[in-house]
């Protein structure tokens, strides 16, 4: 599976940007996507999560709980995350990857888990 992310911008604190990434190759309707995001000096650390089978599968860091949202649209193959009340330590380049089925919950906080990865794409937010 080949992922490209896109959407990335600068915006001010309090605006909104959705983030897309295409998938292409895929051969199966059963699948896990994970965006995170890494800033710069620090590791990359899980944003969301959401599997294709699993309907009110998505998951949320703390960091973003209530204000990101993360969804699917399989008849583009696309996956999304919609980012509102943006905030300057959101700033970092968010990646999205995508696994098939998990064994533990964990699994979709574990970068190494996921089998493909797309480039990242920039999110810069100040004033």
């Known amino acids: 599976v080949q992922l490209q992310a896109s959407g990335g911008g600068l915006v001010r604190p309090g605006e909104s940007l959705r983030l897309s990434c295409a998938a292409s190759g895929r051969t199966s309707s059963t699948y896990s996507v994970g965006w995170f995001r890494q800033a710069p000096g620090k590791d990359r650390e899980f944003v969301a999560s959401?599997?294709?089978?699993?309907?009110?599968?998505?998951s949320y860091a703390d960091s973003v709980k209530g204000r990101f949202t993360i969804s699917t649209d399989n008849d583009k193959n696309t996956a999304y995350l919609q980012m509102n009340g943006l905030r300057i330590e959101d700033t970092a380049v968010y990646s999205c990857?995508?696994?098939?089925?998990?064994?533990?919950?964990?699994?979709?906080?574990?970068?190494?888990?996921?089998?493909?990865w797309g480039r990242g794409t920039l999110v810069t937010v100040s004033s």
């Open positions: 959401i599997s294709s089978w699993s309907r009110g599968s998505d």
């Open positions: 990857a995508e696994g098939g089925i998990p064994h533990t919950l964990s699994d979709y906080r574990t970068p190494s888990w996921y089998d493909s």
